[in-house]
């Protein structure tokens, strides 16, 4: 998995079982090289590029992809002989679901893990739910509700990658999971930290904690149409993005010291989330965060306090590290996708029906 944080490619080896029983044997974060992640970067950010380049970048990350699985492999004295099937997620260059021509564009050649690791790979994903109609956005709650639901007890599972989102899982199995993309996670967070302090993120918050949030500026963020967008829906760089800060930066008449933005920017995100969450809960069910905002203890300290009535903490409690729930989410889909079995839940996504997701290279 190589989400919209761009801090690496995380790698999972996980068992599942026919039965549905699931177990994680290890994982690793590998980094991108430079000038990979600068070219990941700009295309992403600059939305345009050539075809040369977009080939060839779509080939050298299905390289980097490739070789990180065999070197997790020998780290663990394991053989392709061992693994059935790869999930390859890929990383997305630009998440479109809603126009006329809806698309859901990632690299990462998956011929090109097939033939490096020489393991049958399943990818694209998300093309499929979108044809039927669907966001093609988030997949992961379909992972969460087969392992992390509890009957008789609603949770909710919080990721918080470059964009968040959250996942409700109900308490009864005859209600319908809920999932969907709050809005920015640290993707603002981390440009903002990496343009004024010269460091990848904001480690623990702490720039953060310095600064005050500004409530004026905050009320300029909040003005987004995506925060009143009915749900299914789903969003991305393409709109939470260098562009849209500087957008809104604009509308606010004086120029707010940077510590106090960064603060104002965990506000953004706590806040999104939070509302989301006492907007589609009817109990006071626990919250369970994961992905690389599950660091941030400055985040998790406001979303605390946003949600007085919940206990929030992250899904080490409920025994999967947060850095792996996602990778390991698309081994599961691959599992389900090699098994002939759907992976999209219609209540999520809001396609027309369940479908087997991911193109399959042997």
């Known amino acids: 998995m190589s989400g919209t944080s761009l801090d690496g490619i995380d790698v999972a080896i996980t068992t599942l079982e026919p039965s549905g029983a699931f177990q994680f ?3 690793q ?3 991108f090289p430079e000038q990979l992640h600068q070219k990941l ?3 992403i950010t600059d939305q345009h590029c050539n075809l040369q380049d977009l080939g060839e970048i779509d080939i050298a990350l299905g390289q980097l992809i490739g070789k990180s699985i065999n070197q997790l492999l020998n780290t663990h004295q394991l053989s392709s002989n061992d693994i ?3 999930g390859s997620h890929g990383q997305t260059l630009f998440h479109s679901p809603s126009g006329e021509f809806p698309f859901s564009l990632q690299i990462g050649d998956a011929n090109v893990i097939a033939e490096i690791t020489g393991i049958t790979t399943v990818a694209d994903f998300r093309q499929r739910d979108i044809a039927t109609g669907g966001q093609g956005a988030p997949l992961v709650p379909a992972f969460h509700q087969a392992l992390f639901s509890a009957e008789n007890e609603e949770r909710v599972i919080v990721n918080i990658g470059g964009i968040s989102n959250i996942t409700l899982l109900p308490a009864s199995s005859n209600k319908a999971v809920i999932g969907f993309d709050t809005g920015p996670g640290n993707a603002l967070l981390d440009y903002w930290t990496t343009l004024h302090l010269g460091k990848a993120y904001d480690e623990n918050g702490q720039w953060a904690k310095s600064g005050k949030c500004n409530e004026s500026l905050l009320s300029i963020f909040l003005n987004e149409p995506y ?3 009915a749900i ?3 969003t991305g760089r393409e709109l939470f993005n260098k562009a849209w800060l500087d957008n809104k930066l604009t509308e606010y008449a004086k120029k707010p010291d940077p510590a106090d933005v960064q603060a104002t920017l965990v506000e953004l995100t706590a806040l999104s ?3 989301d969450i006492e907007n589609y809960t009817t109990s006071n069910g626990n919250v369970f965060i994961c992905g690389g905002g599950a660091h941030n203890d400055f985040l998790l300290d406001r979303i605390q306090s946003l949600l007085k009535n919940k206990k929030v903490s992250t899904t080490d409690d409920l025994g999967l590290h947060p850095d792996w729930v996602e990778a390991c989410a698309f081994a599961w889909l691959a599992h389900r996708s090699i098994n002939q079995q759907t992976g999209n839940l219609t209540s ?4 027309k029906h369940p479908v087997i997701l991911g193109a399959i290279y042997q």
């Open 25 to 27: 044997i290890a994982a």
């Open 29 to 31: 974060t590998f980094p």
């Open 41 to 43: 970067q700009l295309l």
């Open 84 to 86: 059935e099937a790869i």
């Open 227 to 229: 925060f009143e967008q």
């Open 232 to 234: 299914p829906k789903s």
């Open 273 to 275: 989330i939070a509302e």
């Open 348 to 351: 999520v996504t809001g396609a």
